[in-house]
């Protein structure tokens, strides 16, 4: 195996190692900064490939991901939590935190069959694998929880799929991966703009719409 | 010769086990800048045990008091046939394999169970409703760990396991490896009763295992100390030897390089212990019902291990 296919696929799997660390935590700063963690290892992996194949464009990437998604994303969620950042948490999850575990597991199962039945025919290695269960895992994280943050970064999760998806195909151009990096951040400040909107107009009162705290 | 190493790793774990349950609580309280205790305080806990009189609950069974011994056999039983000092089987090495291993585990913590339950203490039937709750589902753990050391080895021996590890760059360094071990590292904390599990404290919140052997006094509660002591000295063991740690461990008959080793596996688990020490006075214990989360994050970690198998292994690279 190619030396960077192997780092590709340590990557991806300490990635979907991630999302279940993620699965597991209810505080949302726990959650934000494992995302952080996660998306400092995939620029370092960028780095590497670019080191590795001398592409500049590569490296920008390298470094717009760690600048977008490993420092500004994170620390604007950060931003927009209300109270104090350590007490943020999800009070009642919609699945059991448990089976929610098991279940992000059961969808990385799913991933990697629906690769072997659909793509591993077509395919010589199977890096492809990983990004696919990492997707469901995202989609995944989105479903099992009802606070908007870590809905938010399941969001995220799936488009570091998607990022990772596209080292698989090294001839996709350089400004649909730059679109990839970038295009996030607008979701999220908009997101983080609503969120904050939304508290300070649901300000006092016990309203359903707690649940749905940021 | 093979039989006189046997008694020699038998001496070795029932001389020193208490010894590493003194060291963790030396260095605990060092850590939060206290004197602490002696290393030596388990030694002198259970001889001070030994002199005391036993008291029998008046509705317990027979059964109530040769628990302890049969329980304090089986971990003896343990220590012959697992790799501690020697990475060649020793007399009793080929009796059983890790599964067989396992099931004495499983077999001594059944009886331990049952002796409390005929205690008729409520506090006892607390205790084991938990331990068996938590268990059900953290034995099953060990079982697909096994089965992927399985995977690694194409066989079920612990000394097998060690030599592959010790001399295979390759699987030392697989993702599969450090997952399992991962894994079993989170099993190790559940099955020794550390703290993000199990406080150790008489409080009746976090009791588990205390609580299990609250009705008994005398010779049993030392030979209940001390089994428990050699158990997870036998885990931790296991843990450093077959998992993470595999070398150093002498795979030929030599008795210089055994007698070495000696030194260095204690040095192993005074590692071991200082990591154990420094999570005991990070952490703070789970809430009861946490404590599933954590056994489930160690189930995905040994399933991973599979998926990373599957993954790696169609290419052709491992």
């Known amino acids: ?214 | 010769m093979l039989l006189l190493l046997s008694l020699l790793q038998l001496t070795y774990i029932l001389l020193l086990a208490p010894l590493a349950a003194g060291i963790l609580a030396k260095i605990e309280e060092v850590l939060e800048s206290k004197k602490g205790p002696s290393i030596f305080q388990p030694y002198y806990d259970i001889s001070k045990l030994f002199r005391k009189e036993s008291i029998v609950p008046s509705a317990a069974s027979p059964f109530f008091r040769v628990a302890p011994y049969i329980t304090f056999a089986l971990y003896l039983f343990l220590t012959l046939v697992l790799p501690i000092i020697t990475a060649f089987p020793l007399t009793f090495g080929p009796v059983v394999d890790f599964i067989g291993g396992g099931l004495v585990f499983g077999a001594a913590a059944a009886i331990k169970k049952l002796a409390a339950i005929d205690s008729r203490s409520n506090y006892s039937h607390l205790g084991t409703s938990r331990s068996a709750s938590i268990g059900a589902l953290s034995e099953p753990i060990m079982l697909l760990i096994f089965i992927m050391l399985g995977v690694l080895s194409h066989t079920n021996n612990p000394y097998v396991i060690n030599n592959i590890l010790q001399t295979s760059q390759t699987w030392y360094l697989s993702l599969i490896h450090w997952f399992v071990s991962a894994a079993f590292f989170m099993v190790l904390i559940v099955e020794t009763g550390k703290l993000p599990i199990e406080s150790h404290g008489f409080g009746e919140l976090g009791m588990i295992g205390q609580a299990m052997e609250m009705e008994y006094s005398g010779a049993e509660l030392a030979l209940y100390k001390w089994g428990s002591y050699m158990k997870h000295f036998l885990l931790m063991n296991v843990f450093m030897n077959v998992f993470v740690f595999p070398f150093f461990v002498p795979m030929q008959l030599n008795v210089a390089a055994i007698f070495w080793y000696m030194f260095i596996n204690f040095l192993k688990i005074f590692l071991l212990l200082i990591v154990f020490a420094l999570l005991e006075e990070t952490v703070s214990k789970y809430r009861l019902f946490k404590i599933f989360d954590f056994v489930a994050v160690s189930f995905v970690f040994a399933f991973l291990a599979a998926l990373v198998f599957y993954t790696t292994s169609s290419i052709g690279g491992m």
Not at chain 1, 76 to 93: A, D
Not at chain 1, 102 to 113: P, Q
Request: avoid cysteine.
């Open chain 1, 1 to 214: 195996m190619h030396s960077l296919d192997s780092i590709y696929l340590l990557l991806g799997f300490v990635e979907i190692a991630l999302v279940i660390f993620i699965q597991w935590q209810l505080y949302t700063i726990n959650i934000i900064r494992t995302f952080s963690i996660g998306s400092f290892l995939m620029a370092a992996f960028f780095l590497v490939a670019g080191l590795v194949s001398k592409e500049v464009y590569i490296l920008t990437l390298a470094f717009l991901t760690a600048v977008a998604r490993g420092w500004f994303i994170p620390r604007f969620l950060v931003k927009t939590l209300k109270r104090e950042t350590w007490r943020e948490r999800e009070v009642k999850p919609v699945l059991g935190v448990a089976s929610s575990i098991i279940g992000s597991l059961l969808f990385a199962i799913l991933g990697y069959l629906i690769y072997s039945l659909a793509l591993q025919p077509y395919m010589s290695t199977n890096l492809a694998a990983v990004p696919i269960a990492l997707m469901l895992q995202g989609a995944f994280l989105i479903i099992s929880r009802s606070n908007t943050i870590a809905q938010l970064i399941g969001y995220l999760v799936m488009e570091n799929a998607m990022y990772m998806f596209g080292y698989i195909f090294p001839e996709l151009p350089f400004i649909v991966e730059a679109g990839i990096v970038l295009d996030v951040l607008g979701i999220v400040m908009i997101s983080g703009i609503i969120i904050r909107l939304r508290e300070d107009s649901l300000q006092n009162g016990d309203s359903e719409f707690n649940e749905l705290r940021g």
